[in-house]
C-alpha cells in the first residue's frame, strides 16, 4: 500500500513563504509522477504542480507559476513544494498524490495514490 505524509503547512501572512513536504513509503516514488493539487472550502481540488521521479520534467498551473518550485529528492523519498510570494487565495488544504505512471499529468483522476492534506492558511 502507498502510503503519503504532507507537513509544512501553516498560517503565514501575504508575502510569506512556506516549504511542504511529502514523505513517501519505501519505493512510493520509484517511476511515478508526483504532484500537488489544492482544495478551498467550498471549491473543487485543483491542480497545483506536478514532476517526474527523476525530477527533470516539471509542470504548474498558472496561477502559482513563478510562485511555486515543486522539487523531488528520491533519496529521501520525499516530494518538495516551495511556496512564495503567498496570497490569500492560496490558502487550502494542500494533497500530495503520486502516479502509477512516470507521466505528468494535472488530472485529479489520474492519480492513485493520495495523502491527507496538510492546511495552508495566508493571511491578509
Known amino acids: 500500500q502507498v502510503q503519503l505524509v504532507e507537513s509544512g503547512g501553516g498560517l503565514v501572512q501575504a508575502g510569506g513563504s512556506l516549504r511542504l513536504s511529502c514523505a513517501a513509503s519505501e519505493h512510493t516514488n520509484r517511476e511515478k509522477a508526483m504532484g500537488w493539487f489544492r482544495q478551498a472550502p467550498g471549491k473543487e481540488r485543483e491542480f497545483v504542480a506536478s514532476?517526474?521521479?527523476?525530477?527533470?520534467?516539471?509542470s504548474y498551473a498558472a496561477y502559482v507559476q513563478g510562485r511555486f518550485t515543486i522539487s523531488i529528492d528520491n533519496g529521501r523519498n520525499t516530494v518538495y513544494l516551495q511556496m512564495n510570494s503567498l496570497m490569500p487565495d492560496d490558502t487550502a488544504v494542500y494533497y500530495c498524490?503520486?502516479?502509477?505512471?512516470?507521466?505528468?499529468?494535472?488530472?485529479?483522476?489520474?492519480?492513485?495514490?493520495w495523502g491527507k492534506g496538510t492546511l495552508v492558511t495566508v493571511s491578509s
Open positions: 498524490a503520486a502516479r502509477d505512471y512516470d507521466y505528468l499529468s494535472r488530472t485529479v483522476s489520474e492519480y492513485a495514490y
Open positions: 514532476i517526474t521521479w527523476n525530477g527533470r520534467q516539471t
